[in-house]
């Protein structure tokens, strides 16, 4: 296969990281914070058109979920406005974009997996400033693959699954919150997702544009999720809590699992169980420090 132009954002980021790994073949443009300011439209403009590429990666977003309450107007400019330009360049171009959102569009209200149709009701600045993106890109009448995903976690950056081991490392006891459910997913599982659908090549992504759920299989509690990482160890102990007992400045949905069924259906293919792509992770982890 010819290798595509392709425009990555967010290239220093969990996700975007493993993707300007998993896509070297192609004729990639990966740009981080320092290449690309996300909040700068016209840079936006100019670096599409000075790139030409015919497929848009933006793996960039703001995501400092607590920080977001008090920098509404930057979460919005990286996630609402940066999308919408890219959207629009996209369009003009006649490129498509492949963008991420999160379960954090949803209010959290139900106790089944949310399908792509379900109701939105963002409960914070971070979650509505990612439906508006959402809003931006499908207003722009680009083609556009729209990948909701969850609790992203992997081996680099801030993560839950890097806090827990630093905090595993010192401390006897951890409290973690056992009331929100969801599902975590390993970034390089969801670069390998995207991956394989730019490998299926523009036309077919472009005749199945449109929004879907793109995560791993099965639900937890951050509580349950973080004695999966801690294994059998004898210590720290993990000592389930309720969101009331760990205030946050923004609220966040006591359950985001996300129904994968339009993704399988569309594209022939499934993201593991959370279980196993965790075990996978901290093998990689552990391969990678002992290079
Ligand atoms: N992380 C999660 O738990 C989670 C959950 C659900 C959905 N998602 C979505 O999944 C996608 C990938 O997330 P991720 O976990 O890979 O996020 P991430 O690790 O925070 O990476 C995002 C990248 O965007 C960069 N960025 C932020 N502001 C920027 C700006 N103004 N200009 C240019 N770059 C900027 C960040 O750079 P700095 O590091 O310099 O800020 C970072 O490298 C995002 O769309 C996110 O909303 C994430």
Request: glycine share 8%.
């Amino acid at each position: 296969m010819a290798g595509l132009r392709i425009l990555l954002t967010g290239a220093q980021g969990q996700v975007g990281h493993e993707l300007a790994w998993l896509l070297r073949a192609h004729d990639v443009v990966a740009t981080d914070r320092a290449a690309l300011d996300l909040t700068d439209a016209d840079a936006i403009v100019a670096a599409m058109r000075a790139a030409r590429p015919q497929l848009v990666v933006n793996a960039g977003a703001y995501t400092a979920v607590d920080l977001a309450e008090r920098e509404r107007d930057r979460a919005f400019a990286v996630n609402a406005r940066a999308p919408q330009v890219l959207a629009e360049e996209a369009k003009r171009a006649g490129a498509l974009l492949v963008h991420y959102s999160t379960d954090y569009v949803f209010d959290g209200a139900a106790s089944s997996p949310y399908t792509e149709d379900a109701p939105t009701g963002p409960l914070n600045v971070y979650g509505e400033s990612k439906l508006e993106g959402e809003r931006a890109i499908a207003a722009t009448g680009a083609r556009a693959l729209v990948l909701r995903t969850s609790w992203v976690y992997g081996t680099r950056g801030k993560n839950f699954l890097l806090t827990i081991l630093r905090l595993a490392a010192d401390r006897d006891e951890l409290r973690i919150v056992a009331d929100q459910t969801g599902t975590p997913n390993w970034s390089r599982t969801l670069a390998q997702a995207t991956a394989a659908l730019v490998a299926r090549g523009l036309p077919f992504l472009a005749e199945r544009a449109g929004l879907y759920h793109l995560s791993s299989t099965g639900a937890t509690t951050w509580h349950g999720f973080a004695t999966a990482i801690v294994g059998d160890a004898a210590r720290p102990r993990v000592v389930p809590i309720t969101t009331a007992e760990y205030p946050t400045p923004a609220r966040r949905p006591a359950y985001g699992v996300l129904a994968t069924e339009r993704f399988r259906a569309a594209f022939g293919f499934a993201l593991p169980p959370w279980r196993d792509a965790l075990a996978a992770c901290l093998a990689a982890r552990a391969a990678e420090r002992a290079d």
